[in-house]
């Protein structure tokens, strides 16, 4: 798959090009339904797979009091995406002159840079200042700009709409299981490792460090069975998130005991999937009583990692 981070003239690189409209946050299976039927068509005509989306969330540059934790970052979206057999991905900056584009404006962009054979969104997918533009303009407009648009139906669980809100809710509320169903794959981190203080080393349990930004979405403080994917190489793992209240002076952060690995990964980029929670943090007496409990949760994780 190819990437582009700034907006460039594809008319004359790729043909018949379907585009995928969205943000795509954690690309879940609503996300997955847009997507693979770009695809799909995109292979029908012989054509390119695409999406174009923004880098960071609108809501950061209109309304940055209203913008919600984000359920993974640009590399999560990037490697799902690929996953589902998109070839080209546009990820730019959202910015204030941007956001002052017509729904006019914005059509005459898909149609200088990318002259789209197809348009493909889901049913809440706006545009243009203001989200004026609607899918019933980009049904109407196709006929003036040269495309065909698809809207593709919201996906439903229990009677409802599969959506990011829903699933920040139920990630927030450590309801894994769940999460993973709407996701349509385990929950998953990537991100890349940072210096922590090496103490693990010490207790027999070396650890990687994720930090979590505060715009990130993430489960509640705790201990659980992972999947740790490096360099397309998996590895049991186990995840615990939090403080590290045994110890003082540690930061909200996400670490990882591999399970058969000794690899210095320092800015390396780690891929985390959360499989089952083990057990609540917990601050322990000592040190010899913390090497125990971890012990354990190894043992028990056991049975999620197969």
């Known amino acids: 798959m190819k990437v582009y981070t700034k907006l460039t003239d594809l008319t004359k690189s790729y043909r018949d090009i379907v585009v995928a409209l969205g943000m795509f946050d954690g690309v ?36 940055p009091q209203a913008l919600p934790p984000q359920i993974g970052n640009n590399l999560l979206r990037e490697t799902r995406l690929q996953k589902l057999g998109v070839d080209v991905l546009m ?3 959202f910015t204030r002159a941007f956001a002052g584009n017509s729904p ?48 593709c139906p919201a996906v439903l669980k229990e009677g409802r709409p599969v959506s990011s809100t829903r699933i ?10 769940e ?17 922590g203080d090496q103490r693990g080393r010490t207790l027999g349990f070396p650890t990687a460090n994720l930090a979590i930004p505060d715009e990130r979405v993430m489960l509640p403080n705790g201990v659980y069975a992972a999947r740790v994917i490096y360099e397309g190489k998996h590895y049991d793992g186990l995840a615990n998130i939090g403080n590290n209240p045994t110890f003082e ?24 999937r959360f499989l089952a929670r083990l057990r609540d943090e917990v601050k322990f007496d000592g040190v010899e009583q913390l090497v125990r409990q971890m012990r354990k949760d190894k043992e028990k994780a056991r049975s999620y990692w197969g």
């Open 104 to 151: 006019e404006e914005f059509l005459q962009l898909l149609q200088q840079e990318f002259a789209p054979r197809y348009v493909v969104t889901g049913p809440n997918y706006t545009f243009g200042a203001k989200g004026k533009g609607n899918q019933r303009l980009l049904l109407r407009a196709g006929r003036d700009y040269g495309f065909r648009t698809e809207i």
């Open 179 to 195: 999460a993973n169903d709407f996701l349509g794959y385990e929950f998953t981190v990537i991100d890349r490792v940072i210096h």
């Open 168 to 177: 920040r809710s139920l990630l927030d509320q450590g309801n894994l299981l």
């Open 28 to 63: 879940h299976i609503g996300h997955q339904s847009i997507i693979r039927r770009a695809v799909e068509l995109a292979r029908e005509i012989k054509g390119t797979a695409m999406v174009f989306t923004f880098s960071n969330h609108p809501l950061s540059v209109v309304a």
């Open 91 to 93: 990820s730019v900056p």
């Open 249 to 272: 002076g540690c930061n909200h952060r996400l670490e990882v005991n591999i399970q058969d690995f000794s690899q210095d990964i320092y800015d390396k980029v780690l891929e985390v």
